[in-house]
């Protein structure tokens, strides 16, 4: 009797053998919200798809926007038999990563080549408004980290000037929350609000382990996101502006 599992319950990566999960939550899942502008969205992931080259390291973004773009890469890879890691920026997309034979690996142990995201708001000047999903901690870290990013929009994510539709979501400490908020009422908050779970009790826990203010300000200014980052508990905001780049849409 064979002491080996079957090679269906095998992975072949880079010529070693890896033992899989037989796992039927992973094989089942999919987004778990119904996706808006899918049409939209599924274009921008098939022109990503086509950004792949054989050894890329890419940070994949979270949100749904990016779960169909790592479905558009897995079909590619499979199909092509590309070598290619990601990297992970939320358990979700390491779920997704793992269902779709997508190897995986993190900033500790490589370099991404580049990225993509995807994004709550951009403006003329292509910056951008990210959080709403809470992983915005390790998409600024990984965009940083990477010579090239792409952020997947539709068209619903285009505005003349960011916080149109959406606030500023800031990323705290859970001790900071009341000097926080004094901070950033004199630096121009008109509204803070801390976010709160949906399907759990208590505020909403980012992939980072902390809380999320969201922050509308009387006005916007270039300056506003390094202003934010300066104070004492802040972790990270959801502001990204000044960064290289390059706007994917239908």
């Known amino acids: 009797m064979s002491i080996f599992p079957p090679i269906t319950d095998l992975l072949i990566f880079q010529g070693c053998f890896y033992m899989k999960w037989n796992n039927k939550n992973l094989k089942l899942l999919d987004w778990n919200n119904e996706i808006s502008n899918k049409e939209e969205k599924l274009i921008v992931a098939e022109k990503i798809a086509q950004k792949v080259s054989d050894g890329d390291v890419i940070g994949f973004g979270s949100g749904s926007t990016s779960f169909l773009a790592i479905k558009e890469i897995a079909k590619r890879i499979h199909k092509e038999n590309l070598i290619c890691k990601g990297i992970p920026t939320s358990p979700e997309i390491a779920f997704a990563c793992s269902a779709l034979e997508i190897p995986t690996t993190s900033l500790i142990q490589d370099k991404p080549d580049w990225c993509f995201d995807g994004a709550d708001e951009v403006d003329l000047s292509n ?117 290289n780049v390059e706007i994917l849409k239908p």
Do not use: W
């Open 127 to 243: 910056n951008l408004i990210k959080g709403r999903g809470g992983a915005l901690l390790l998409e600024k870290i990984i965009m940083s980290a990477s010579p090239k990013a792409f952020i997947l929009v539709d068209r619903t994510k285009l505005v003349d000037k960011l916080s149109t539709r959406f606030p500023i979501p800031v990323e705290i400490n859970s001790q900071a929350i009341h000097q926080v908020t004094e901070e950033l009422i004199k630096l121009g908050a008109i509204n803070t609000s801390l976010r709160l779970a949906k399907e759990k009790d208590g505020p909403v826990i980012t992939e980072a382990g902390n809380y999320l203010l969201d922050v509308k300000f009387s006005s916007m200014r270039n300056t506003l996101e390094k202003e934010i980052k300066c104070i004492t508990g802040v972790v990270e905001s959801g502001l990204f502006i000044g960064y």
